[in-house]
């Protein structure tokens, strides 16, 4: 297990130095989980949403990572999020993709 963390991190800092090239910074939506009950109620979009509301204020890019492309990468693109890049996590033959979104700043009127 903790082989596939550092190789998870290796893969993540490779995406990352090549996607986050805004000398302002980003938001990172850091391992966001709804528990399985809760799914499918907006927990989970009220969440996000909170970070890009306060990203727009500063005018910051906001960056997440999905291990799921259905339904997750639809769902984040109702948000502004874009795909921009794969990450696969390899590891004893196992597989584990990671699907890498970038959304731009909102005007805040």
Same mark, same amino acid.
């Given at each position: *297990?903790?082989?596939?963390?550092?190789?998870?991190?290796?893969?993540? %800092?490779?995406?990352?130095? %090549?996607?986050?090239?805004?000398?302002?910074?980003?938001?990172?939506?850091?391992?966001?989980?709804?528990?399985?009950?809760?799914?499918?109620?907006?927990?989970?979009?009220?969440? %996000?949403?909170?970070?890009?509301?306060?990203?727009?204020?500063?005018?910051?890019?906001?960056?997440?990572e999905s291990?799921?492309?259905?339904?997750? *990468?639809?769902?984040?693109?109702?948000?502004?999020?874009?795909?921009?890049?794969?990450? *696969?996590?390899?590891?004893?033959?196992?597989?584990?993709?990671?699907?890498?979104?970038?959304?731009?700043?909102?005007?805040?009127?």
């Amino acid at each position: *297990m903790i082989q596939r963390y550092y190789i998870w991190k290796s893969k993540q %800092a490779e995406a990352q130095s %090549a996607i986050w090239t805004d000398d302002k910074g980003y938001y990172f939506l850091n391992i966001m989980v709804v528990i399985p009950g809760q799914q499918g109620k907006g927990v989970g979009k009220k969440l %996000a949403r909170e970070v890009t509301r306060r990203a727009d204020e500063e005018g910051r890019k906001c960056y997440l990572e999905s291990s799921r492309d259905v339904p997750n *990468m639809a769902i984040y693109e109702t948000m502004g999020f874009k795909y921009v890049r794969k990450l *696969m996590c390899e590891d004893e033959g196992e597989s584990c993709p990671l699907y890498c979104m970038v959304r731009d700043p909102k005007t805040v009127e």
